[in-house]
């Protein structure tokens, strides 16, 4: 059967056609500038939704200075959640349906992003503790290190596939400012490490800052 240049012209123009029709869809998605007002509503959403947890710490442990508070695994999960539902809550209110689905997404991303990497880092911590081998600061930095890298991937990877299990449209990469939130574990291999001039600096009274730039990102996201 022979082919004429008709035919292959028709063929090309209707691939042409399919790609164009598949690169409009992938990246059809609502985005508008970020108004003062949205970083006003998520500021002020952000910082309740990480004062509140923290003042029923505070009460439950008997202490009136904030700066004295130590974080567990679970602490840290809480402020990452509910600084991120303040932020992203506060932000919608007044909003349109399209506007508040892209907070949602970037809320559910900076979660995971705070969230997971801290989960793997404690159960990272807990197995070089149970190892005789590698109960020491050299291992305990290397497995924050492959677990904080690993977390933050994963997250994102996580992220995506919820909101968009068939890949339509532009996935949300870690971009430099996402890895603040990872800045405690970080820290934190250098207190295990113990130099002496990174344990009197006490970085985790930064946690809650960290978390509240979260909610704050979250929220203002359009």
Request: charge should be positive; charged fraction near 25%.
């Amino acid at each position: 059967m022979t082919i004429s240049s008709t035919d292959t012209s028709t063929y090309f123009r209707q691939t042409e056609n399919r790609y164009k029709k598949y690169a409009m869809k992938r990246s059809r998605h609502y985005e508008r500038e970020e108004e003062l007002s949205d970083k006003i509503k998520s500021g002020i959403g952000a910082v309740i939704g990480t004062a509140v947890p923290m003042a029923i710490m505070m009460k439950k442990r008997g202490i009136k200075n904030p700066l004295k508070l130590k974080y567990d695994l679970q602490d840290m999960v809480v402020l990452s959640a509910t600084s991120v539902a303040g932020g992203v809550g506060v932000a919608t209110i007044g909003e349109t349906k399209a506007e508040n689905k892209n907070r949602l997404k970037e809320g559910v991303f900076q979660f995971l992003n705070a969230s997971v990497p801290t989960w793997l880092v404690g159960g990272a911590l807990k197995l070089c503790e149970t190892s005789e081998h590698c109960n020491n600061a050299f291992a305990k930095i290397a497995s924050i290190a492959g677990a904080l890298i690993f977390g933050m991937y994963g997250a994102a990877e996580v992220s995506n596939r919820i909101f968009d299990p068939k890949d339509l449209t532009p996935d949300r990469n870690l971009k430099l400012s996402d890895c603040l939130v990872n800045a405690d574990d970080a820290l934190g291999a250098l207190v295990l490490a113990r130099f002496p001039l990174i344990e009197k600096l006490h970085v985790e009274k930064a946690l809650p800052v960290i978390y509240a730039l979260c909610g704050y990102r979250a929220g203002k996201s359009n």
